[in-house]
């Protein structure tokens, strides 16, 4: 027999476990920002903004190299690229070492295009990080580059 669930209803041994509130934070930020692009992003998507905040910062790079960088699969990096190429917000050229490798570089309506969703993004920060005074954004900042500089391969067998 199903349960009647009371919406936003977690169980007591749930609720206050880091690894709950690590992802129900992550699902309220990744929706937030999924409708920040869909109505101010120009048609563009988080992936296409790591990738021009990179080209814009590292200069020009491989695909491969842009993938690891951005964390972005590398055929999820190839399809993002052609739909920036295709906007003419970034170039692709053969490596002259390497003839099957392509090279990225921004573009100048690249760097305007990164420019506008540099707006994007700081508004979807601030829908973020809202609930919080500015002393408490600094500590959960701090405190979330602490977690992942702790980022530490699991042990065999592990979980």
Known sequence: ??????????????????TWLISRTFARS???LAAGFESHGSG????HYRLLAALEEWGPA???DLGRGTGIDRSDVT???SELEGRGLVERSVDPRHKRRNIVTITPAGIAQLLELDN???GIQEQVLKPLTSAQRRQFIALMVKLLAADEPLPKGSL
């Not at 563009?44 to 992936?47: D, G, Q």
């Open 62 to 64: 491989s695909q491969a």
């Open 44 to 47: 563009l998507r988080s992936y």
């Open 30 to 32: 990744s929706g937030l």
């Open 1 to 18: 027999m199903p349960m009647d669930h009371a919406p936003r209803r977690t169980p007591d041994r749930v609720k206050d476990r880091p």
């Open 79 to 81: 399809a993002a690229l």
């Open 120 to 122: 994007v993004i700081d």
